[in-house]
């Protein structure tokens, strides 16, 4: 099956730092979607991206569906972006929804 | 409330009896999903529904089992619960179609269920 692969598994930022997690995946896919888990387990989206570039706020995410990637820019880091990143990608044969590890991240104060 | 609530927030059961969570949106969205979040695997699909009377399994669907009388709720069953069936089950919808129309996928708080 597809493989979905986050890196890195594991962030640590001083705030105000910059990061970009990456999104890998194997196999071709309707699209892709940026989640951010709180640290109280909440889920929220940030990004619908199959393809192209998006921005809101201090976030923004690229997807190059032709090279199997996607990239998620975090920009001034504050304490509350702490939490885990999921990218999550619908299988184009077949439409099911398969989410990478995720990329836990954790801004010091 | 307006948006997607799971209930109850936390169960705990025993092996082999039935365990019903339920999922309810007040959006009206055509599609709902089930997920369970386990540590080193993340999030997975049990199943999904594109509508009332629609259903589909997803990357895990064994050991469960799902409805969609009516569009708001989508009630996933465990028929006889096992210990491998822990896990922080979550709820999520989406607007309107798969693929190309899909729209984000908003989530519920979760479930937190413990089989002993």
């Known amino acids: 099956g597809i493989q979905v692969e986050q890196s890195p598994p594991d962030l640590i930022l001083q705030e105000g730092a910059n990061s970009t997690l990456r999104c890998n995946f194997s196999d071709s896919v309707n699209n892709l979607q940026w989640f951010h888990q709180n640290p109280w387990g909440q889920l929220i989206n940030l990004f619908y991206i199959p393809s192209g570039t998006k921005q809101n706020g201090r976030l923004s995410a690229t997807t190059v569906a032709t090279e199997r990637y996607s990239l998620l820019y975090i920009s001034s880091s504050q304490t509350t972006d702490s939490g885990v990143y999921f990218c999550?990608?619908?299988?184009?044969?077949?439409?099911?929804?398969?989410f990478g590890k995720g990329t836990r991240l954790h801004i010091l104060p | 409330d307006a948006g997607i609530t799971q209930s109850p927030r936390y169960k705990i059961t025993e092996t082999g009896r039935q365990v019903t969570l339920m999922c309810h949106q007040t959006w009206s969205h055509s599609y709902m999903f089930w997920y369970r979040q386990d540590l080193g695997h993340g999030l997975r699909l049990i199943y999904y529904s594109a509508a009332a009377d629609i259903t589909d399994k997803g990357e895990v669907p064994d050991g469960y089992v799902v409805s969609r009388s009516k569009t708001e709720n989508f009630p996933l069953t465990l028929e006889s619960a096992t210990r491998s069936q822990t896990s922080v089950y979550f709820c999520a919808s989406s607007e309107s179609g798969r693929g190309a129309n899909q729209e984000t996928q908003y989530f519920g708080p979760g479930t937190r269920l413990l089989v002993l």
């Open positions: 999550a990608v619908e299988r184009r044969r077949d439409d099911k929804i398969i």
